[in-house]
């Protein structure tokens, strides 16, 4: 979950308007605080919590905003607010496990500049990139890409290829990652450690590209989620461990894992009669099985 923090982002981190070709002021505008109320008895209550905040990424005149979805996972209430002083509610649109993005629609009229899509295909290992919070550029930090790979979450995610970052921007959730050019390239995701070189890590984020939305925008927005069959939910959170181990840190409880017998501290080392091989490979082969309802 976002741990959000108070205050500005330090001037010599932030963007600078002189070193880009594009009005950032304007750019910046179209990214909205927003916060969520779920109810004390909803599924994702104990581990999210019932009051979320982070940020949203109006990508429509019509006020349609792109967001991380468990920001808005299960909400009741919504509410917006922009660079200027407007405020308003919305309503969920859409949430895709899948992806891990969430959808929602301002109820009044936003009077700011939708961001236009770029592609990761246009960002590397060393591109300049800013990642955006609500509140202008004293919530906007200057970082960089440093790896485009895949991302394997405990929580039952996978995606092929998702952008790295660093710095981290200390209010992640929903922030925008924009290129050099102005155009949206993902939505903040995850607090990530990396290696920096001699056993130092530092801090970065885990961006959700945002070349995964446009195929599935609109089952989005007709359905509020996409029109594929079900995966299979083993309520079983896991990591790598050393070698290609994967190790059982927690259960979701009642979940299939938990009813099967499946304990914290287990070591998974097959799905069927299959070797994994890694985090990643034990969610394919799982998925492989089958849609949901299927016996693993």
Request: aromatic share 6%; proline share 5%; net charge negative.
């Amino acid at each position: 979950m976002d741990k959000s923090k108070e205050g500005s982002i330090p001037s010599e981190m932030r963007p600078r308007a002189t070193d880009y070709g594009f009005d950032l002021d304007r750019m910046l505008s179209g990214v909205v605080s927003l916060r969520a109320e779920i109810p004390e008895d909803a599924f994702t209550a104990e581990v999210l919590g019932t009051e979320r905040a982070g940020h949203g990424v109006v990508i429509s005149d019509n006020g349609l905003i792109l967001t991380i979805g468990y920001l808005i996972t299960e909400a009741e209430n919504i509410w917006l607010a922009a660079n200027n002083g407007q405020v308003a509610q919305a309503h969920v649109v859409g949430y895709d496990q899948a992806t891990g993005f969430g959808l929602v629609q301002a109820l009044a009229r936003l009077d700011v500049t939708p961001m236009s899509f770029g592609s990761i295909k246009d960002a590397h290992p060393g591109s300049r990139v800013i990642l955006a919070g609500h509140g202008g550029q004293t919530q906007a930090i200057e970082a960089e890409v440093i790896a485009k790979r895949e991302f394997a979450g405990y929580w039952e995610y996978l995606i092929d290829e998702a952008l790295f970052t660093s710095p981290a921007h200390p209010n992640w959730g929903g922030a925008a990652c924009v290129g050099i050019d102005g155009r949206l390239l993902g939505i903040g995701s995850l607090l990530i450690q990396h290696s920096g070189g001699e056993e130092a890590s530092a801090d970065g984020n885990m961006i959700v590209p945002v070349d995964l939305l446009p195929p599935i925008l609109d089952d989005l927005l007709r359905f509020g989620q996409v029109q594929r069959p079900p995966r299979p939910w083993l309520g079983m959170f896991t990591a790598d461990g050393s070698d290609d181990d994967v190790f059982v840190v927690g259960l979701a409880k009642g979940g299939p894992a938990d009813e099967a017998g499946i304990e914290v501290a287990d070591v998974v080392t097959k799905v069927g009669d299959e070797d994994i091989e890694s985090l990643a490979d034990m969610w394919r082969k799982i998925w492989a099985q089958g849609a949901a309802g299927v016996e693993i």
